[in-house]
């Protein structure tokens, strides 16, 4: 079975720190990946998606980016962290070329001081 | 006008009651419509999967699409204190993307 695996849970950044968030997805190959972010109260705001390695596709421009450098591992990183950056960042995959929903892993919440 | 919208609620109900939540949309193209519970500080667990209009069951819980209205419900009977959760609609036209509501957040009362 698939399982999806996002670390750390929670992190804790003072402004301008580097950031730098792990996903992998495990069972699967050629998975389409997404970060997310979630504010309190709020939507799912997609961040990023890809579909294949190095492969990126930017939804809302802002202070992060994101990498795939392998298969199944999905990188979100920020040079300089806003406190506007704060939040709960979820990543998820699906099944390439099939309508599949997504499933997500358990979030990193986090917080800049 | 967002292209989904659901009540954020909190909903709350006690042990034993039908819960009915509710979202609307405006893309007649979605195709794909889901359900996702979350508990506090996890990611969304997929409930339901439903392709196209119709009724699905199962278990406790029923998800309905009425395409013509625009309309999707998710239904929970018997409803538990373990339901207490926020839900999410989520919908998705076959693309890449999904567009997910903003959730509703569901109390159910011992």
């Known amino acids: 079975s698939q399982t999806i695996h996002q670390w750390p849970a929670t992190l804790v950044q003072p402004v301008g720190s580097p950031l730098s968030l792990e996903c992998t997805v495990e069972?699967?190959?050629?998975?389409?990946l997404y970060w997310y972010r979630q504010a309190a109260g709020r939507g799912l705001q997609l961040l990023f998606y890809?579909?294949?390695?190095?492969?990126i596709s930017s939804e809302v421009p802002q202070n992060l980016s994101a990498s795939r450098p392998q298969d199944r591992q999905f990188i979100l990183s920020s040079k300089k962290l806003l406190l506007s950056d704060s939040g709960f960042y979820l990543c998820?995959?699906?099944?390439?070329?099939?309508?599949?929903?997504?499933?997500f892993g358990d979030g990193t919440r986090l917080s800049i001081l | 006008q967002k292209e989904v919208e659901q009540d954020p609620g909190p909903l709350s109900v006690p042990e034993g009651a039908i819960v009915s939540l509710n979202c609307t949309y405006s893309?007649?193209?979605?195709?794909?419509f889901m359900w996702y519970r979350q508990y506090s500080r996890k990611g969304p667990e997929l409930l339901m999967y439903?392709?196209?209009?119709g009724n699905k069951e199962d278990g406790r819980f029923t998800a309905q699409v009425d395409k013509s209205s625009k309309y999707i419900s998710l239904f929970i009977r018997d409803s538990q204190p373990s339901d207490s959760a926020t839900y999410l609609c989520?919908?998705?036209?076959?693309?890449?993307?999904?567009?997910f509501g903003a959730g509703t957040r569901l109390f159910v009362k011992a």
């Open positions: 998820a995959w699906r099944e390439r070329d099939t309508n599949q929903p997504q499933h």
């Open positions: 069972g699967t190959s050629n998975p389409n």
């Open positions: 890809s579909v294949g390695i190095g492969q």
């Open positions: 893309n007649s193209a979605f195709q794909y």
């Open positions: 439903t392709y196209s209009s």
């Open positions: 989520a919908m998705n036209t076959g693309g890449f993307k999904t567009i």
